[in-house]
């Protein structure tokens, strides 16, 4: 896998990161065994595509970013590509939306760790936190789907 070794490259990482999140969300609104996962889900496909939209945003320069020297943070190499087949059943695909938000919420970590930029610090920061929420509660909802 190609090592990401700008901000740029990191940024259009997460933005890929975030539609396939949105459409594994929709997907999952799709099979939810009850009205209330199917909301869920749909609610945290929304976001996905809001957390999008931030990171389009930087891109685009709205938010000014220092380009830093990154070198490489390996984090294209820990983040394992999530393959979602038809008769994944209900609780497989929750343990999958489960390692998905983790691995954002570490993806997320990390580039607030590597910024200088305060503004920015704090908006990978937020998106780390709504991820963590998004897997809180796809736990929850584990523990309570029946096999």
């Known amino acids: 896998m190609e090592k990401l070794k700008s901000v ?16 594994f969300y ?14 869920t889900s749909l609610e945290f496909a929304e976001q996905e595509l ?5 990171l389009e945003a930087i891109k685009a320069g709205e938010i000014k970013l220092d380009e830093e020297e990154i070198g490489d943070l390996g984090i294209a190499d820990t983040i ?14 929750l343990v999958l939306a489960m390692k998905r938000e983790l691995q954002a919420f570490k993806l997320y970590c990390a580039l607030a760790k590597m910024t200088k930029n305060e503004e920015m610090k704090k ?8 991820e963590e929420n998004h897997r809180l509660k796809v736990e929850l909802e584990y523990d309570l789907a029946t096999f």
């Open 26 to 39: 929709i997907d999952l609104s799709k099979k939810a065994h009850s009205e209330e996962m199917k909301q």
């Open 8 to 23: 740029e490259q990191i940024i259009d990482f997460a933005i890929k990161k975030e539609q396939a999140s949105h459409d």
């Open 123 to 130: 908006t990978f920061l937020l998106l780390a936190q709504e």
């Open 80 to 93: 394992a590509e999530v393959w979602v087949y038809s008769e994944m059943k209900y609780r497989e695909l």
């Open 50 to 54: 809001v957390h999008r939209k931030k």
